[in-house]
């Protein structure tokens, strides 16, 4: 089975643009999960898509959007972007329902925000 | 609120020796999950270990084993006969049982001296 995908994997911006961002889940997997992670906050959890309808959300600005597809793809959008976004972002697909939960995570899209 | 907290920022162990890293917890919830997961250079998420908060035996994995303290709410994971490839970024994570949101903790950096 492939892994978790995301694209791209590195992207630059300059302050004030707008970034989206993809990943494709394990096949089968319906519920995808975005962290941000940054040297300064760690990991932080951004929000959950699960059959298109976002079950959980995070402490994040209303900058920051996402979506899922009905092949269960996942996107992120980032608008006005700000220095501060510069942080690689991971998602991760799972299986809900089965008992231990577990998240795979994709390689990560590296922002840069100039 | 759940918190996951690694009071452990840096660690160093010799080649063959055995490490432990900690991780304490809080929450309210009875039934959730507890995941070590390694990040290597490469910065991709690999699962070490995972724990059933319901099940009292400690789980394993080859060198990788836990020690589980409900009542502590202590999460530690040893790292038998260390290996120089797992010198990599350790977070602990916890997670309920409707999924979706990992809490991660602040990470471990865990380097191994030949």
């Known amino acids: 089975k492939a892994g978790v995908t995301q694209t791209p994997r590195y992207l630059i911006k300059t302050r004030g643009q707008q970034v989206t961002l993809s990943c494709s889940p394990i096949s089968g997997h319906r519920s995808v999960s975005w962290y941000q992670q940054t040297p300064g906050q760690g990991l932080q959890f951004l929000f959950e898509?699960?059959?298109?309808?976002?079950?959980n959300k995070g402490n994040f600005p209303g900058r920051f959007s996402g979506r899922q597809f009905s092949n269960s793809r996942s996107e992120m959008n980032v608008s006005t972007l700000e220095l501060g976004d510069s942080a690689l972002y991971l998602c991760?697909?799972?299986?809900?329902?089965?008992?231990?939960?577990?998240?795979?995570f994709g390689p990560g899209t590296r922002l840069t925000v100039l | 609120a759940q918190t996951v907290t690694q009071s452990q920022p840096e660690m160093s162990v010799q080649e063959a020796e055995t490490v432990t890293l900690s991780c304490t917890y809080d929450?309210?919830?009875?039934?959730?999950?507890l995941f070590w997961y390694k990040q290597p250079p490469s910065r991709q998420m690999i699962l070490v270990i995972r724990?059933?908060?319901?099940?009292?035996q400690n789980a394993t994995e080859n060198r990788f084993s836990v020690n589980f303290q409900k009542a502590a709410k202590s999460f530690s994971l040893k790292i038998s006969d260390s290996q120089l490839g797992d010198a990599a970024m350790y977070f602990c994570a916890y997670i309920n049982n409707q999924g979706g949101k990992l809490i991660f903790g602040q990470g471990t950096e865990l380097s191994v001296k030949p």
């Open positions: 724990q059933e908060a319901y099940k009292q």
């Open positions: 929450t309210s919830e009875s039934d959730y999950y």
């Open positions: 898509y699960f059959s298109e309808t976002q079950r």
């Open positions: 991760a697909s799972s299986l809900l329902g089965i008992p231990r939960n577990e998240q795979f």
